[in-house]
């Protein structure tokens, strides 16, 4: 068998993106945030890029300094040593300048020489100003199992317990699964004394195997008289979550009223106690987009938060010297390397405005009803008629929304929230599916807690409000969405 290697040519067309045009996609599809952290990226990366001062020149009021007492005159003056005297003055001069230099080095105490003479260190200032991350669970409970007081044995049971113990509390396996008969010196009698003493640590319901389990190590830790809370959750549980409240009434020896008050017991106990402990913190939501009616005007404003994001500019110094023939060619093609990404970013945070105010402002126009009304009047939009409409592909329009937020007299909604499907009432009106959601949540609100309405009838409401031709299965649909029962559950005695 011979190789050889040929050549051969081939014309073709690929599509390929530029370095600028991807990195334009990416500026777009960040939110302000983000966007704020690789602003200060690139200032770090980049020598040439630096933040543009606000001129300060027109802000000041210049004014005549006030006149001077002769004394001070002599002081402030220039020190120029005269040629046309005796240099009395001059020599006057000086001596009280001393004078004045020892009262001042008397009231301002001993000399103490700075142990930091350069630049501060940005990096060391921001570990120090970060905040400790929360403890967790785990270290939590590992704190408290250290001070308890057991069997040796016991104590490397309740260690295994404790690292099977999942966020919301709960031990998420079976205590015959944590004994190895192989491995581990401890038995199950160890590991059941070890589960109860782990069930006494703080929160409170921490090491429950269920719900049931969870609600009991509570009670039995109040300080007020659970009993009967307690005899209906070990002995009625089943029925209590499928509020069979007059069976349970009955079964008990006892009115509907006494259930109900011990119903709204049990309602303030915590089902993930686990959660107390290293919960995570909310992110704050910066809106991109705010939009409002000025001066209590009819029209509304569309505006970009614009005042968030530092202003950049090029190095004058850097440019020029990267076009000056005198510097090696290594240092110039350094910063013309440097000036040109510079100037890529600075066009892609610009035309990153541009697209999101034209995109905002098209939204706002479709939406005129809901910003003056509310959610009721959400219509159904497209994203292909914003992008026809702003001249874009869709996938601009999607980058540009995806992560953002808008803010107006309703709250920071996203900005997705305003493209969704619906569908058309009789008279030819376009309800979106965010509209409909809204008024199901009104009806369920408003329905009859004694006798609540089922799906079929809550299908004919809202026919009755003028959203007809929904089928039952999207009703249900979108019940189960919002998180909201049936009507037997939803049912109150």
């Not at 690292?163 to 199950?188: A, C």
Request: aromatic share 6%; proline share 5%.
């Amino acid at each position: 068998m011979k190789l050889e290697m040929t050549g051969q040519m081939r014309m073709e067309q690929r599509m390929k993106l530029a370095p600028h045009m991807i990195q334009s996609m990416e500026i777009l599809q960040l939110p302000i945030l983000a966007l704020q952290e690789r602003i200060e990226q690139e200032l770090n990366d980049n020598p040439v890029l630096e933040l543009e001062e606000p001129s300060i020149a027109d802000d000041l009021e210049l004014s005549e300094p006030p006149e001077s007492a002769p004394d001070e005159e002599i002081n402030e003056k220039d020190l120029v040593v005269a040629t046309d005297n005796d240099r009395a003055d001059d020599f006057e001069r000086l001596d009280s300048l001393e004078d004045d230099f020892k009262d001042f080095i008397n009231q301002s105490g001993p000399y103490h020489a700075r142990h930091d003479a350069g630049e501060r260190d940005r990096k060391l200032e921001a570990l120090n100003n970060t905040a400790a991350p929360p403890q967790s669970l785990h270290d939590y409970l590992t704190d408290q199992w250290r001070m308890v007081e057991a069997d040796e044995l016991v104590k490397k049971a309740g260690s295994a317990i404790i690292d099977y113990i999942d966020d919301r509390g709960y031990l998420s396996v079976r205590l015959e699964q944590l004994h190895n008969k192989d491995r581990d010196p401890f038995t199950v009698d160890h590991l059941a004394e070890a589960l109860r003493l782990v069930q006494q640590l703080d929160p409170p319901g921490v090491g429950a195997r269920d719900l049931r389990e969870c609600l009991l190590i509570q009670l039995a830790q109040s300080a007020e008289d659970m009993s009967f809370e307690y005899r209906l959750v070990a002995d009625h549980m089943d029925a209590l979550l499928e509020n069979r409240l007059p069976d349970i009434a009955k079964k008990m020896e006892c009115g509907i009223d006494r259930i109900k008050q011990a119903v709204a017991h049990l309602s303030k106990l915590d089902t993930s106690p686990g959660l107390q402990v290293g919960r995570s913190e909310n992110i704050a939501i910066t809106p991109d987009v705010i939009v409002d009616s000025p001066n209590g005007s009819d029209e509304l404003s569309v505006r970009l938060t614009e005042n968030d994001l530092p202003s950049l500019r090029l190095n004058p110094y850097y440019t020029r010297m990267a076009q000056d023939t005198h510097v090696s060619e290594s240092a110039r093609k350094f910063l013309t390397n440097n000036v040109r990404s510079a100037q890529w970013i600075i066009e892609a945070i610009e035309q990153r405005k541009n697209t999101l105010l034209k995109v905002a402002r098209a939204i706002v126009r479709h939406q005129q009803d809901f910003f003056e009304k509310g959610s009721l009047y959400l219509r159904p939009l497209p994203m292909s008629k914003i992008a026809d409409e702003v001249g874009v592909h869709l996938a601009t329009v999607s980058r540009a929304v995806s992560g953002k937020y808008l803010q107006c007299a309703w709250g920071i909604l996203p900005l997705r929230k305003f493209f969704s499907g619906g569908t058309e009432d009789e008279n030819g009106q376009a309800h979106s599916w965010e509209a409909i959601r809204v008024k199901l949540q009104q009806i369920i609100d408003e329905e009859d807690k004694t006798n609540p309405l089922n799906d079929d009838q809550i299908k004919e409401k809202l026919a009755e409000a003028g959203i007809p031709n929904l089928a039952r299965r999207t009703i249900a649909k979108y019940r189960k969405l919002m998180n909201i029962p049936t009507a037997r559950f939803r049912k109150r005695y």
